[in-house]
């Protein structure tokens, strides 16, 4: 499947990828607080990501 995921600045693309994301349906198995945490994933790469998983209907998982 293609990525899907928006373009984010190259410290959380790498976060991403170090933790198996490869779409936004991999983030909506994860909570925010777990996407939060990785080394690279700041503030704005967040919003830019809630964004985009708004846009396809996706939210976070719960705990």
Same mark, same amino acid.
Do not use: C, Q
């Given at each position: 499947?293609? /990525? =899907? *995921?928006?373009?984010?600045?190259?410290?959380?693309?790498? +976060? %991403?990828?170090?933790?198996?994301?490869?779409?936004? /349906? =991999? *983030?909506?198995?994860?909570?925010?607080?777990?996407?939060? +945490? %990785?080394?690279?994933?700041g503030?704005?790469?967040?919003?830019?990501?809630?964004?985009?998983?708004?846009?396809?209907?996706? +939210?976070?998982?719960?705990?």
């Amino acid at each position: 499947m293609a /990525s =899907d *995921l928006p373009k984010l600045a190259a410290p959380a693309r790498r +976060a %991403l990828a170090r933790a198996g994301v490869t779409n936004l /349906s =991999d *983030l909506a198995t994860m909570t925010e607080a777990d996407v939060v +945490a %990785l080394h690279g994933m700041g503030p704005s790469a967040m919003t830019t990501i809630k964004a985009a998983m708004k846009a396809k209907k996706l +939210a976070f998982a719960k705990r």
